[in-house]
């Protein structure tokens, strides 16, 4: 017959080994909801083609950088808010300047729903650069509208 002692041991086994399963389980999620987050924050977008784009009259934003790494234009942009939906796309459209190397011109567009707020906001854009391609060159001078400067994209 075992002793009470052997079944008090075997009870705390199996108890210490439930809740260290059950901590790995929440910390799984909580590093599982990082990553989300982590997710949404670095979506990086394609630059939209639009051929009849058109400049609106007045920008409510301001573009306070701009550099390209690894194919992925970043943009760090500046406007008012704090309460609604904003969106930011990169447009070209199709147009390249004819010079050597060739030039395109890129603008943001800014839409914003619901908003009430005008805190600034400060936020990180990302688009992958691959339909700024010039189809017989290697190298296009970008021109980020409202952007004092250019950018060298060789591919």
Known sequence: MKSPLFHLYTI?????????????????SKSEKLKSTQL???VIKHIKIESDYKLPEK????IKSVTLLDNIFTIE?????????????LVFNRMFAKSFPVQASLYLEHTSTNETCSEEITKTLRFFGDN???PKNKTVICKVHSFDGKITYNY
């Open 132 to 134: 700024v391609r010039h």
């Open 12 to 28: 705390l086994i199996i108890v210490m080994f439930a809740s260290c399963s059950g901590t790995k389980k929440s910390s799984d």
């Open 77 to 89: 942009v500046t406007y008012k808010g704090g309460c609604g939906d904003h969106n930011f796309e």
């Open 40 to 42: 949404k924050e670095e």
């Open 59 to 62: 920008l409510d934003y301001t």
